[in-house]
């Protein structure tokens, strides 16, 4: 089957660096992506990322290692703003995106 | 900057009633999703659209749910007989290239079934 591991909630402080991982197993691989959601919101398009490496866009940045299966993203000098819900996302061989349940990720002053 | 957008922004419905639901996607894009996330769980797929054609469907897409393009510029979600379980966020998508593209998603229709 498919499935897409991530933590449900992480904490962190405002001003600090977080990381949050995403695993992934699904049949085939077309790019992964991280898409942000504030409760009750759309996903927003954060990163995508189809060949190893880290891609970096701002205070966010997005790792993928295709041979292990693993994704992160990386948010830098956390705001207030940033205590949403954050989705790891897998397009599979079929094009289709198999999403991950996302990570909570509640900012503290 | 072009954005995705639904209607209607909420609709409550009778169970047994059949609701649709409107999406202009990005002018410029040719595919075009509709995906679900009950509340508190995962976004899932439900089907994609391109050249006016299901290009895929997950096993949530049976009969009771179809779509149509019925102009140039709306994308819409049917569903029949709706049940107590459809009761869900409902977001439309739209990308320019389903290889390299995001997907770019619109507001949600937030469908409440009693």
């Known amino acids: 089957g498919q499935n897409i591991d991530q933590p449900t909630e992480m904490t962190a402080t405002e001003g600090a660096i977080v990381q949050i991982n995403c695993t992934y197993q699904?049949?085939?691989?077309?790019?992964l992506f991280w898409y942000q959601q504030h409760a009750g919101e759309a996903p927003t398009f954060l990163s995508y990322?189809?060949l190893d490496g880290l891609e970096e866009k701002g205070r966010f940045s997005s790792f993928l290692s295709r041979s292990k299966g693993y994704s992160y993203l990386l948010l830098k000098e956390l705001q207030m703003k940033d205590s949403a819900s954050y989705l790891c996302?897998?397009?599979?061989?079929?094009?289709?995106?198999?999403w991950g349940a996302g990570t909570k990720l509640i900012i503290k002053p | 900057e072009p954005e995705v957008t639904q209607t209607p922004s909420h609709q409550v419905t009778q169970m047994g009633q059949e609701v649709i639901l409107r999406c202009v996607p990005i002018?410029?894009?040719?595919?075009f999703y509709w995906y679900r996330q009950i509340l508190g769980q995962k976004v899932e797929f439900l089907v994609s659209?391109?050249?006016?054609?299901?290009?895929?469907k997950s096993e949530i897409f049976d009969d009771q749910f179809s779509v149509e393009r019925p102009d140039g510029s709306n994308f819409t979600l049917k569903i029949r007989s709706t049940k107590l379980e459809d009761s869900a966020m409902y977001f439309c998508?739209?990308?320019?290239?389903?290889?390299?593209?995001?997907?770019?998603f619109g507001p949600g229709t937030r469908l409440l079934v009693l």
């Open positions: 998508a739209s990308s320019d290239l389903a290889g390299q593209e995001t997907q770019y």
């Open positions: 699904t049949s085939g691989f077309n790019g």
């Open positions: 002018s410029n894009h040719l595919y």
């Open positions: 659209f391109y050249n006016n054609e299901i290009s895929e």
């Open positions: 990322n189809v």
């Open positions: 996302a897998v397009r599979d061989s079929n094009y289709q995106l198999i």
